[in-house]
């Protein structure tokens, strides 16, 4: 897509306004932030409650952002996290500092699945599960901004970031899947990232279920030449 820029192949968008939240607030909005309250006078809010906090505001970002975009107002993401608008204010001072924590976060979350499905399913289950998830992952994130490389500094090191977490995290399951014979042993992490980020990308009219198709078949194509596909054959 010439509007973005590839990340292993895989082109994400991110906005390119940086005009900061606290440019639209005033004085009744933080008045009206009681989230975030001391245990005593001088003292800081308990850490426990600053992580809720965002944990609700990047929950309800990423809500916020599907159903109305990244210009969405702020109060409708402080409303839908249960916030005063005070306190998005404090933790993300601009839009783009918010927009970068959503997908940090939804970067880990894709990337600690592949612990969990090594640990419930067979090597080659869980390797198909999880390119499953990683194409959710790419399909849900599409709309999010216009362009990776807008200049704009909190996105800088996305691109390592995602590099950083999800490789290690898909090779090694494709390093078992490959032990226990269950796929061919050519694939390279990189180049799953790619082939499934392209199939995310480009659903088309077709939706999630379409791009799960596609991935079936990916990962259908990756058992044709495995060592115990060879084993069983006549």
């Given at each position: 897509?010439?509007s973005g820029?590839?990340i292993s192949?895989?082109?994400?968008?991110f906005?390119r306004?940086?005009?900061p939240?606290?440019?639209?607030?005033s004085?009744?909005d933080?008045?009206?932030?009681k989230t975030?309250?001391?245990?005593?006078?001088?003292?800081?809010p308990?850490?426990?409650d600053a992580?809720?906090?965002?944990?609700a505001?990047l929950?309800?970002a990423l809500a916020?952002?599907?159903t109305?975009?990244?210009d969405?107002?702020?109060?409708?993401?402080?409303?839908?996290a249960?916030?005063?608008?005070?306190t998005v204010y404090?933790h993300?001072p601009?839009?783009?500092?918010?927009?970068a924590?959503?997908?940090r976060?939804?970067?880990d979350?894709?990337a600690?699945a592949?612990?969990?499905?090594a640990?419930?399913?067979e090597?080659?289950?869980a390797?198909g599960r999880?390119?499953?998830?990683?194409?959710?992952?790419?399909?849900?994130?599409?709309?999010?901004?216009?362009?990776?490389?807008s200049?704009n500094p909190?996105?800088d090191?996305l691109r390592?970031?995602?590099?950083d977490k999800l490789?290690p995290?898909?090779?090694?399951l494709?390093?078992?899947?490959e032990a226990?014979?269950?796929v061919?042993a050519?694939?390279?992490?990189?180049?799953l990232?790619?082939?499934v980020g392209?199939?995310?990308?480009?659903s088309g009219?077709?939706?999630?279920e379409h791009?799960?198709?596609m991935?079936g078949?990916?990962?259908d194509?990756?058992?044709?030449?495995?060592s115990?596909?060879?084993?069983?054959?006549p």
């Amino acid at each position: 897509m010439p509007s973005g820029c590839a990340i292993s192949g895989t082109t994400f968008r991110f906005i390119r306004n940086i005009v900061p939240f606290c440019k639209w607030a005033s004085v009744s909005d933080e008045a009206d932030d009681k989230t975030e309250t001391v245990t005593a006078p001088g003292r800081r809010p308990l850490r426990a409650d600053a992580q809720r906090n965002t944990d609700a505001l990047l929950e309800a970002a990423l809500a916020v952002f599907k159903t109305s975009g990244v210009d969405a107002p702020v109060r409708e993401i402080a409303e839908q996290a249960g916030v005063g608008i005070g306190t998005v204010y404090r933790h993300f001072p601009q839009r783009a500092d918010l927009i970068a924590a959503v997908f940090r976060r939804e970067i880990d979350a894709c990337a600690d699945a592949a612990t969990s499905l090594a640990a419930a399913h067979e090597p080659g289950e869980a390797l198909g599960r999880w390119l499953q998830r990683y194409a959710s992952f790419i399909a849900t994130k599409r709309g999010l901004a216009p362009a990776l490389h807008s200049g704009n500094p909190a996105f800088d090191s996305l691109r390592t970031y995602f590099t950083d977490k999800l490789q290690p995290a898909l090779r090694t399951l494709l390093a078992a899947a490959e032990a226990a014979g269950e796929v061919r042993a050519d694939v390279e992490p990189d180049d799953l990232l790619r082939a499934v980020g392209s199939l995310g990308m480009q659903s088309g009219d077709g939706g999630p279920e379409h791009t799960q198709r596609m991935v079936g078949l990916l990962v259908d194509g990756l058992r044709f030449g495995a060592s115990s596909a060879l084993t069983k054959a006549p």
